[in-house]
């Protein structure tokens, strides 16, 4: 992106569609370790977002995997077969 002489740059509509950014919309800059954040006018940065998106995304698919009882490594276990780097138990 190229900043104009009055220091204006052009938000990619990709990103302004993203994060619902209109004509009006007010963001803020915010500048951190890697760079710069762009803050939506609600105060809920872009990674904020991203982090409910995929909290809904795991909400929604919670529960739906019925392991039959099996615990997290005998299931990994069936799905991967027996590991040969380990003893045999």
Do not use: H
């Not at 990709?14 to 954040?37: C, H, K, N, Y």
């Not at 762009?38 to 872009?46: F, H, K, P, S, W």
């Not at 982090?51 to 739906?64: E, L, P, T």
Request: glycine fraction near 12%.
């Amino acid at each position: 992106m190229r900043v104009t002489e009055k220091g204006q740059v052009t938000i990619p509509k990709e990103i302004r569609d993203r994060l619902g950014i209109g004509p009006g919309s007010e963001v803020d800059f915010v500048p951190d370790r890697q760079g710069v954040r762009i803050v939506v006018a609600d105060g809920e940065a872009v990674e904020d977002r991203r982090a409910a998106s995929i909290r809904a995304w795991a909400d929604n698919v919670s529960g739906i995997l019925d392991l039959g009882g099996m615990t997290a490594d005998e299931y990994f276990e069936w799905i991967r077969g027996p590991r040969d780097d380990l003893c045999p138990r």
